[in-house]
Each structure stands twice: as C-alpha cells, then as structure tokens.
C-alpha cells in the first residue's frame, strides 16, 4: 500500500497526523493509497515557508517566471502519458479523457506565459503639470487553492498558473480523492526551475481546509468544488478578509428546438450527458425538447444510442466512453437518487440500475440512465446529480424551456440546439447563466477568455483563467508622482483637481 506524501519546501514529507483518507481504484474498488491528512500545524508550516520563500519569486522579473512556465509546458508534454495514467487510475475516467484534463490545464499554463503582457500596468503622462499617474500590479502573497476530485491535473493548474505568473506563492489543497497528480505536477514545476517553497501541496480534508481558510498570512483563497462547500468557504474567507472565488456545482440544460439537427443533438447529448460519467461541472443533466414531436424523435435517437455506450475501466482501451465514478459512496448517491426518480414518478427509459462488469464487480461502475417526463418538483431534477443520468424535461414553447434554464438555481453552463440564428442570439442575450453553447453542448471557454458560472454555481467576482485571473492574483497600486518643480513653492494645503 502507497502511503502518499505533501509537497513541502521541494520535498516529499510524511503526515504527521496520523489520520489517512483511502485513494480507490474506482475500476476494481481496491484502496491503492492512503492520502494524508493535515493537521492545522502542517498546513501553517507550509504557508511560513511560502511566506519566507515569495518575496524573492516576486522580485524575478515577470519573463523570467514566465521562462519557467515555458518550461513547465515543455515538460507536461513529455510526461503526458505517465500523468493521465496516473489520473485515470485515481479518478477513474478514460485516458484520452484524462489527457484532456491535463490538456486544458496546460492550456491555461501557455496562456500565463504572457504574464509580462498582463502585468504591465497602466500609465499617465502629465496627468496634471508635472504630475504623473501609474498603476502597477503586485502580487498578493501567499495565496491558496482547494480543488475538487473530478479535474486533478486541469483545476489546480487554472490556479497555481496564474498566481506564481503574478509572483505569488501557491499552497494547493487537492482533493484526498486522487491527490497523485497534483503532487507530480509540483515535482515538474521543481524540475521546470520554479524555486522551493513557492508551490506546495499539502493534502488534508476539513481540517486542512480551515487552516487555510483562518491563517492570516494567505491573502486569497480560490475554490471549486460542491455548492455548500464553495458556500462556506466564501463566508468563512471573506469574513477573515481573504480575496476569495468559489466556483460550485451545476445543473445544466440543453434546448432542442424543433428545427435543430436532431441526430446532431442526440450526440451531442449522448456525449455531454455521460462523458466522464456525468461527472463534469459542465455535463448537460436536463434535455429539454420544445414540443411533443421534437421530443419524441428526440427521445428515439437518445436510447439507441446510450444503449450503445460502452462502460468499462481506463485500460480497456480508447473505446471505452465512460468508466466508473469516484466512490462507493458517490455510486450509493447516484442509485438513490435514480430510485428517488422512479418514486416520484418520472419515467425510466434507459434503467442502468442492474449494470454490473464481469471482472469488475467490486468497481464503482454505474450503467448509463435515461429519464423522461421529469417535472420541476422532483428530487432528479433539483440535484445535482454528478453521473450518468439524464433527465428529459419536456417543454411546450420555447419560453417556457428557456424558464425552466433560469430558475434552476444553478447557473454554470447551458446550450441550445437550433438551426435558428434569432432563436439562439435571444437565447444567448437572456439566460442568466455564464457559459452558453449555441449547438456546442459543453461550452467550456479556451485558456484567454474567463471561466465561471452565476446564481449558486459561483460565489465572488471574478472568473477563473483569462484576464480575471492576472486581477485575482494582483492587487492594484496607482502612485502618483511629481518631480521636484512643485516643491519649489512650498506646501500645498488644499485639496483640488489637477488642472
Ligand atoms: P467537494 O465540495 O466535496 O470537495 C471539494 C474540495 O473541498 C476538496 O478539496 C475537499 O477536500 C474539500 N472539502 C470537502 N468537504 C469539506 C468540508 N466539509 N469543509 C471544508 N472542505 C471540504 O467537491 P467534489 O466532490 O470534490 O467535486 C465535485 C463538485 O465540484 C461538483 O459539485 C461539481 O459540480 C463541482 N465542480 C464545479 C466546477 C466549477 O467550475 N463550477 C468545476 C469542477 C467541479
């Protein structure tokens, strides 16, 4: 058994807690690892060591961090493989899915490389006689990061990118679900010439998390994970005032209009729906056909194609469309959930319920769901699912699916399938959500725009990644300046605009 370590200082050291969380092969059930879990004691080291070890990062000159991102790509590249094995063993998910995970993450990292450009500040000449007036953006410190299980490698980078790019220090509490990645990416950033002490995972669970969340030397604090969670820790941070982003979960639905493509949106669903097991922030979890007719053929194309999908482990090759989820507990939840579902009288067209995988009976596989006729009132369609289960809301007018999309009470992602341009640019001008795919079911924005959903899928201001990220980990100085020639006569005691 693996006894996993943190990454303090440029090395691998033991816990001393003597508290552990089990890491599973999701694929065969087994606990492969223990994940340490800190003490506060732990965690206040790392941030004393960050402490001490920021100033001088913050003082190499923004290219010269830049060179090691550069670097950092170069070595994610070579160690691709070898990183989404390691993804995939912990979480679960397939391995060309896995190398997107790394993927998108590296992606943010390229993008910080252009730090020199985003940190250059602003400028006034002669503001007023002799006076001028310019901004600089300086890092923040020490800041920190909780991350979820479902993007190891993609998450923490859209964080730790960003922040070393600005100068600060990063503590990185991943999730104890599959904490490997996370520490081989610290390992590589070492390699890529990042200096000791300026990245740092420390692994833990609430304990960690309210270290981090009441140690006054961490400046900001950047979470994702579930609503509740990312809740408490907005409260907890902004009271300590931290700058704090929180990013939690979703319920995302797709519009089919009656003109869309339907063998287009059948897979688009198909893929959108149960890719990574549903268990995406993005995932689409509700379809909803405008009409009877659109969604009885839309339903028709939907089963062939989910009794089609094939469930099985990561090293069953890349035909694999999904594996398992992350957890016993996690598989426990989705059933009870699909239960819930069939009680409360929605109809079950696709039932993964009794779906089992020769040689892997002890894995945390979960067959593939369909429901139609779901209603607003039911638990299925409320929740935040985080599996293979769509639920098909259906909707007579457009206006009412385009409701149904507003008063969910998350609003992360969500996308509409339509040949009508006027249809889809209203679409896209009213919902009250942050993503929005126009015939694209996952409208997760590339590495230069921002990432970030509304309502009670993110809580603070600013979005992750894009030029969010260089405000986040930044703060703004402006000094005014005025060289020698007003001195000369003498004190000035009130207070009036520059003329
Ligand atoms: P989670 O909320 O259980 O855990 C996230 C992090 O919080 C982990 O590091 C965990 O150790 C920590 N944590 C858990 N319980 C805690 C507690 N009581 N006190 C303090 N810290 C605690 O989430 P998860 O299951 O790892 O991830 C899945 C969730 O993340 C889903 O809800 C999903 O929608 C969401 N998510 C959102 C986004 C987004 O960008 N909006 C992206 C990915 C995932």
């Given at each position: 058994m693996q006894e996993l370590t943190h990454y303090i200082n440029g090395e691998h050291v033991a816990g001393t807690s003597g508290r552990f969380g089990d890491v599973y092969n999701p694929a065969t059930g087994e606990v492969q690892a223990k994940c340490p879990l800190a003490t506060t004691e732990e965690v206040n080291k790392a941030v004393e060591i960050a402490a001490a070890a920021q100033p001088a990062w913050a003082a190499v000159n923004p290219q010269r961090r830049a060179r090691v991102l550069m670097k950092f790509v170069d070595l994610l590249n070579r160690d691709m493989d070898k990183l989404a094995e390691a993804l995939s063993r912990e979480h679960g998910k397939t391995f060309p899915d896995a190398k997107g995970d790394v993927q998108r993450g590296l992606e943010v990292v390229e993008y910080c490389i252009g730090a020199p450009q985003m940190l250059k500040g602003e400028f006034t000449d002669s503001a007023g006689p002799g006076i001028d007036i310019y901004s600089m953006r300086q890092p923040l410190g020490v800041t920190a990061g909780i991350t979820?299980?479902?993007?190891?490698?993609?998450?923490?980078?859209?964080?730790?990118?960003?922040?070393?790019?600005?100068?600060?220090?990063?503590?990185?509490?991943?999730?104890?679900?599959?904490?490997?990645?996370?520490?081989?990416?610290?390992?590589?950033?070492?390699?890529?010439?990042?200096?000791?002490?300026?990245?740092?995972?420390?692994?833990?669970?609430?304990?960690?998390?309210?270290?981090?969340?009441?140690?006054?030397?961490?400046?900001?604090?950047?979470?994702?994970?579930?609503?509740?969670?990312?809740?408490?820790?907005?409260?907890?941070?902004?009271?300590?005032?931290?700058?704090?982003?929180?990013?939690?979960?979703?319920?995302?639905?797709?519009?089919?209009?009656?003109?869309?493509?339907?063998?287009?949106?059948?897979?688009?669903?198909?893929?959108?729906?149960?890719?990574?097991?549903?268990?995406?922030?993005?995932?689409?979890?509700?379809?909803?056909?405008?009409?009877?007719?659109?969604?009885?053929?839309?339903?028709?194309?939907?089963?062939?194609?989910?009794?089609?999908?094939?469930?099985?482990?990561?090293?069953?090759?890349?035909?694999?469309?999904?594996?398992?989820?992350?957890?016993?507990?996690?598989?426990?939840?989705?059933?009870?959930?699909?239960?819930?579902?069939?009680?409360?009288?929605?109809?079950?067209?696709?039932?993964?319920?009794?779906f089992s995988l020769q040689g892997y009976e002890n894995g945390f596989f979960v067959g593939p769901h369909l429901f139609d006729h779901v209603t607003t009132d039911m638990d299925i369609y409320k929740k935040e699912i985080f599996g293979p289960v769509l639920s098909t809301v259906r909707a007579k007018t457009y206006e009412e699916a385009l409701s149904y999309a507003m008063d969910h009470e998350y609003g992360n992602g969500t996308a509409i399938f339509t040949r009508d341009g006027d249809t889809a640019r209203d679409f896209a001008n009213r919902v009250n959500i942050g993503m929005v795919g126009i015939n694209v079911p996952i409208p997760v924005p590339l590495a230069y725009h921002t990432f970030g959903g509304w309502k009670k899928s993110a809580f603070g201001d600013l979005n992750q990644h894009g030029p969010d990220a260089f405000k986040f980990y930044t703060r703004t100085k402006t000094v005014t300046a005025r060289w020698p020639s007003g001195l000369k006569e003498g004190g000035e005691f009130h207070f009036k605009p520059m003329d």
């Open positions: 979820p299980f479902n993007f190891p490698a993609m998450i923490p980078m859209w964080m730790f990118a960003p922040a070393i790019a600005c100068g600060n220090a990063f503590i990185l509490k991943p999730s104890e679900r599959d904490p490997s990645v996370p520490l081989m990416l610290a390992e590589l950033l070492e390699e890529a010439g990042l200096p000791k002490g300026i990245l740092q995972v420390v692994n833990g669970d609430k304990e960690a998390v309210d270290a981090i969340l009441h140690n006054p030397v961490i400046q900001s604090i950047g979470f994702v994970g579930s609503t509740p969670i990312a809740e408490y820790i907005y409260a907890t941070g902004c009271a300590n005032g931290k700058r704090v982003q929180c990013f939690g979960g979703a319920k995302n639905h797709m519009i089919v209009m009656p003109d869309a493509d339907m063998d287009q949106a059948a897979d688009a669903l198909v893929g959108a729906g149960y890719g990574a097991a549903g268990e995406r922030c993005m995932a689409i979890s509700v379809a909803v056909p405008v009409g009877e007719e659109t969604a009885d053929r839309l339903i028709e194309k939907l089963v062939p194609r989910i009794e089609k999908l094939k469930v099985g482990p990561y090293t069953a090759g890349d035909d694999v469309d999904y594996g398992p989820v992350v957890t016993a507990a996690a598989k426990e939840n989705i059933l009870r959930l699909v239960q819930s579902g069939v009680d409360q009288g929605a109809k079950l067209v696709v039932d993964g319920r009794d």
